[in-house]
């Protein structure tokens, strides 16, 4: 059983369209944190939200938490091909050990 | 970035033969890991350590094992290689005062034939 869901698991888009990516759980977690892996290359962190209902942006990204920490949501305004990549959700169960459940990503690719 | 190392970048050996990949951190962070990552299945935990000398299994430890000597170095040994463990190894530390945020290796692709 898969803690962490992710969806879409594929997306194939053109530069310049906005995008919706899901990560979502049953349990609740103490923090989820969302990483980008670009081919041949170890995930690099992008943003860590922690408190329900926390919206984060990190340029043309918008990063948020589910009120019930149990979900949450990546938005992409007009892509580009740089932003092509692996992109993985990850957490600690509340209550549960610090050591993160990772979901299995939304290949992302975005044709210029 | 984070300070840290993996080696070999790739390695190609035989079913049978033992296998180390070590993972070398700059940060000083308590916290170490040892994931594989196979298309299908994302990333899963094979090992961590908590501490020098400290470690326990993950979900996939079967056929490895790891040892801890030192902060900064971090081990994985594959006791007798399996074509199934042909995959990509990442290693990943954590530490300070966020440890649930990890902070990834390059990567060591190992084929196992």
């Known amino acids: 059983t898969q803690l962490l869901e992710q969806s879409p698991q594929f997306l194939s888009i053109q530069e310049g369209e906005n995008l919706t990516v899901y990560c979502n759980s049953s349990?609740?977690?103490?923090?989820l944190q969302w990483y980008r892996q670009e081919p041949g290359e170890g995930p690099v962190l992008l943003v860590t939200v922690v408190t329900g209902g926390e919206v984060k942006k990190l340029k043309r990204l918008t990063f948020q938490f589910g009120d019930a920490r149990k979900d949450s949501s990546l938005h992409i305004t007009a892509a580009q091909p740089g932003d092509t990549g692996l992109y993985l959700c990850a957490g600690p169960i509340s209550g549960g050990s610090y050591i993160p459940t990772f979901g299995r990503g939304t290949s992302l690719i975005v044709h210029p | 970035d984070a300070g840290i190392t993996q080696s070999p970048r790739h390695k190609v050996t035989e079913t049978g033969t033992p296998v180390t990949l070590r993972c070398h951190q700059t940060e000083n962070h308590r916290y170490m890991y040892w994931y594989r990552q196979d298309p299908g299945h994302g990333l899963r935990l094979i090992h961590y350590s908590y501490g020098v000398k400290d470690t326990d299994k993950g979900e996939v430890s079967d056929g490895y094992s790891v040892s801890r000597s030192k902060t900064e170095d971090f081990l994985l040994t594959l006791e007798s290689a399996t074509s199934s463990q042909t995959s990509v190894y990442f290693c990943?530390?954590?530490?300070?005062?966020?440890?649930?945020?990890?902070?990834f290796g390059p990567g060591t692709r190992l084929l196992v034939l």
């Open positions: 990943a530390i954590s530490g300070g005062t966020d440890k649930e945020t990890q902070y």
């Open positions: 349990s609740v977690f103490s923090s």
